[in-house]
Structure formats: structure tokens, C-alpha cells
């Protein structure tokens, strides 16, 4: 069991957005703002696509957005493309292990 | 353009070993803190170890401590992840990624490595 809890999964359709919440604990998420996010195309590496929660690393587009609020972090897709269906993971420093990561949510684009 | 390149990966024995190989280019390699993640097939991300960018400081996750070795050679630009006493739970891809320090001090990867499958089983 993942120390980080993501849905398994969430879906939508083209143009619209979704939100994939990530719930820690005051030892992780909520007790530092390390958050990021990766997201995963089938057969693919991760890639960084938000940082210390609401951070954008050069190249990613402005449809990615994070925040975070308590123990509580969240990623926000705007304007869905086929192109964003891929699995998604958060991650958080903690005090027990360097990468805390999610157990991932699958993005469905329908 | 930053790139990073896995091998040593294969077939191995239970209580077997193998050593994996991470090839760096496209960035001063002695600078960077790097880390080893793995995903078992099917499932999330797990992280395995990091190492400074020095080489002098080591960390690794209760299910691999004592033994999985993590190491590098700045000099040949590569970071190495010794594996020892392998279990049949350690199957996975396993991928290196280049730690990205930022402002505030979070370190996160923002370069990762293709994986090399590594399965252990009779």
C-alpha cells in the first residue's frame, strides 16, 4: 500500500478538466511544500510535470496546475487532450524517505 | 539535450546478483544527485536510492538496505546500482533519473532513463 493515496482512476472527455487529488499526512504532503508530479505514458519514463506543488518545469504546458491545501495536494488538467491520457503520480519529500510517491491514477480521455 | 541510459538488466535466480549500469550525457554529470526508482509490472513507483553528487552519501530504501549498493564513477559519467541477494519482489523496471535541486531545496527527477527490466525468478 502506497503512503500517498490517489484515485485509481478518473476520466473525461476532450476540452474538459480534471482534478487528481493526493492525500499524505503532516509527516509528508502537509508538512512541506515538495510536491510534484510525473506523469507516465504506457511504456514510457516518467516525466516531471509539476514541482514543489505549483511549480511548471520549462515545456510543460499551462493546462497543468497544482496546489495544495492541509495534508492534501492536487493536479488539475484543463482543456483535456488526447495526448494527457497517461498514468499520474504524485510525489512528496518526507521525513522517513526521499520519494514518496502515489500509487498512480489512470487518466482516461474518452 | 540530458540523457540517461539503463542496461544490465535480465534474467536472474532468486538469491542471485546483478548489477545495473546508468549511462549519463548532456550535463555535468558531477554535479547532480541521482536516484534509482523501480516499478513492478503492473504497478507504481517505487523509490529505491539516491546518491550525492559526490558519490560520498548514499541512501536507500528499508527494502533493499543491506543489499542494494548504490554508486557512481564521475569519471566515466555513470551511476551503478548493485543488486545482491535478489527476491522474486525486486522484479521490475528500473529506472535512473538526474535529481533537480530547486529554490526551495525539494530535490525531484527531471531526467529519466528508458528502465532495464530486471525479472527474478527459477
Known amino acids: 500500500q502506497s503512503a500517498l493515496t490517489q484515485p485509481a482512476s478518473v476520466s473525461a472527455s476532450p476540452g474538459q478538466s480534471i482534478t487528481i487529488s493526493c492525500s499524505g499526512t503532516?509527516?509528508?504532503?502537509?508538512?512541506?511544500?515538495?510536491v510534484s508530479w510525473y506523469q507516465q505514458h504506457p511504456g514510457r519514463a516518467p516525466k516531471l510535470i509539476i514541482y514543489e506543488v505549483t511549480h511548471r518545469p520549462s515545456g510543460i504546458s499551462t493546462r497543468f496546475s497544482g496546489s495544495k491545501s492541509g495534508n492534501t495536494a492536487s493536479l488539475t488538467i484543463s482543456g483535456l487532450q488526447p495526448e494527457d491520457e497517461a498514468d499520474y503520480y504524485c510525489s512528496s519529500y518526507s521525513s522517513t524517505i526521499t520519494w514518496m510517491f502515489g500509487g498512480g491514477t489512470k487518466l482516461t480521455v474518452l | 539535450e540530458e540523457h540517461l541510459l539503463e542496461s544490465g538488466g535480465g534474467l536472474v535466480q532468486p538469491g542471485g546478483s546483478l548489477r545495473l549500469s546508468c549511462a549519463a550525457s548532456g550535463f555535468n554529470f558531477s554535479n547532480f544527485a541521482l536516484t534509482w526508482v523501480r516499478q513492478a509490472p503492473g504497478k507504481g513507483l517505487q523509490w529505491v536510492s539516491a546518491i550525492s553528487a559526490s558519490g560520498n552519501t548514499a541512501y536507500s530504501a528499508e527494502s533493499v538496505k543491506g543489499r542494494f549498493t548504490t554508486s557512481r564513477d564521475n569519471s566515466k559519467n555513470t551511476l551503478y546500482l548493485q543488486m545482491d541477494s535478489l527476491r522474486a519482489e525486486d522484479t521490475a523496471v528500473y529506472y535512473c533519473a538526474k535529481d533537480y535541486k530547486t529554490a526551495s531545496g525539494d530535490y525531484v527527477g527531471d531526467c529519466w532513463g528508458q528502465g532495464t527490466l530486471v525479472t527474478v525468478s527459477s
Open positions: 503532516s509527516g509528508d504532503i502537509g508538512g512541506y511544500k515538495y
